[in-house]
């Protein structure tokens, strides 16, 4: 009688697997940057809330319609920073990155799966939002691509970054209007969205180098950091923070007295930041050149609370 030989049957591999996706789920928040993620939901929700004043919105349909075009954010965010992750690579590991993807924490083939379905579901979502907000989701994740992509690579130079994030933050404040059926043109709106774009792009796209001059040189990028020096850079950088600040206050004094406390917000963020920035030292850690960027997001974080906080009372 022939022998019949028995395997086992392995159970530990999709157990793996499946323990594996919560951990894999983790090191994309981390790698995407949460505080990221949250910025731009606080800008889609300032958009809004700055938007229904002058026009309320009524029923269930535009609320459904604005949870979607959040989600649909959250994705498209989501695809831009992890994409930048995998293509950041090299550079990051130069630059001492603790991020998943630099530590190898997280693969970059696995990284670049969830960028694709981050992707689609970003369109899924702003598809279920409306016409208008799927129109803005596409461009956000065109600009996304084109900041990372190795064809573009928009974020070799400054002048090219500042344009992405300008963008970028011009389509958040404008999505959110746009799902839950409300024009984005009221003054304060026009205001604030103007204002903290600008903060975005003269200060957050600048400020942000400071720290990664020599992976970014290695790299060959010719970002302001790396071409002007660290110097140069940290006085651009203080300047244009005092010229959003200062612009930001003195329109709403004229045109939307309302935003005041959240533009003194901006104000007092540009003063610390200016102070930050200027008082470096060429041998600071990696560490204390961050400083600069981490009061670049603090301002925007608060600056949008009291907006939102204003709102609501």
């Known amino acids: ?24 789920a983790l090191d994309c928040l981390r790698e995407t940057r949460p505080a990221v993620l949250a910025a731009f939901q606080l800008r889609y929700l300032a958009g809004i809330a700055l938007a ?31 994409y930048n992750g995998c293509t950041d690579y090299h550079e990051d590991r130069i630059n001492g990155s603790t991020r998943p993807i630099a530590c190898g924490r ?22 279920g939002a409306g016409p208008g907000p799927l129109l803005l989701c596409v461009a956000l994740l065109g600009l996304g691509y084109g900041y990372s ?10 002048p090219a970054a500042m344009a992405v994030v300008l963008g970028s933050g011009l389509l958040t404040y ?3 209007p746009l799902a839950v059926g409300v024009s984005p043109t009221s003054p304060a709106l026009l205001l604030t969205a103007s204002a903290m774009s600008l903060w975005m792009a003269l200060v957050g ?12 040189a290695a790299a060959g ?16 950088a203080a300047l244009g923070a005092c010229l959003v600040g200062g612009g930001f206050t003195a329109g709403a004094a004229l045109w939307a007295p309302r935003l005041l ?5 901006v104000l007092t963020g540009a003063v610390v930041l200016a102070a930050v920035v200027l008082t470096a030292r060429p041998g600071d850690s990696r560490s204390r050149r961050r400083r600069p960027y981490r009061v670049f997001m603090t301002t925007q974080h608060l600056a949008h609370l009291f907006l939102l906080a204003h709102a609501v009372a």
């Open 174 to 176: 404008c999505a959110g």
């Open 149 to 158: 992509a190795p064809r573009t690579l928009w974020k070799n130079r400054t």
């Open 52 to 82: 229904i004043g002058s026009g309320p919105i009524a029923g269930a349909r535009p609320v459904l319609q604005g949870v979607l075009g959040s989600l649909a954010w959250f994705c498209a965010i989501l695809y831009t920073y992890l």
């Open 1 to 24: 009688m022939p022998m019949v030989t028995t395997w086992p049957l392995s159970v530990g591999a999709p157990r793996d697997l499946i323990s594996g996706i919560p951990r894999t």
């Open 261 to 265: 406390p959240t533009a003194g917000v």
């Open 106 to 127: 997280l693969s970059r083939r696995t990284a670049l799966a969830v960028v694709r379905c981050a992707a689609c579901a970003a369109l899924v979502f702003a598809a």
């Open 221 to 236: 990028r010719r970002t302001w950091a790396v071409t002007l020096g660290e110097r140069r850079t940290r006085g651009l």
């Open 205 to 216: 796209a600048v400020v942000k180098d400071l720290s990664d001059i020599a992976g970014d």
